[in-house]
Nanobody, 121 residues
């Protein structure tokens, strides 16, 4: 069982940047960042393959976020720029034993506890 621990969330103002980190206790292949706002379903924000050469971003991001990973450190990151109030949510790190880029929650085997990101206007 792989444990995932997120960090880096917080309260920021609109237009600010924030970097989320996720440390894994073991190896996973595809990694993803999801978010869930109150009253809404959990949605994929971005995903990255083991090599880092393949990435996926949700259309609503419009290029504001960047996902990356460091396999030596067993970590994945989400650089969030030009944050908006609608980005407010709990952000979850997820890991999969699959090497495919997965865009839905059932494909992921491991989940972190989540980190709160709040963007004030």
């Amino acid at each position: 069982q792989v444990q995932l621990v997120e960090s880096g969330g917080g309260l920021v103002q609109a237009g600010d940047s924030l970097r989320l980190s996720c440390a894994a206790s073991g190896r996973t292949f595809t990694m993803g960042w999801f978010r869930q706002a109150p009253g809404k379903e959990r949605e994929l924000v971005a995903a990255i393959s083991w090599s880092g050469l393949r990435t996926y971003y949700a259309d609503f991001l419009k290029g504001r976020f960047i996902i990356s990973r460091d396999n030596v450190k067993k970590s994945v990151y989400l650089q969030m720029n030009s944050l908006k109030p609608e980005d407010t949510a709990v952000y979850y790190c997820a890991g999969s034993n699959s090497q495919a880029i997965l865009t839905s929650t059932p494909g992921y085997d491991y989940w972190g506890q989540g980190t709160q990101v709040t963007v004030s206007s």
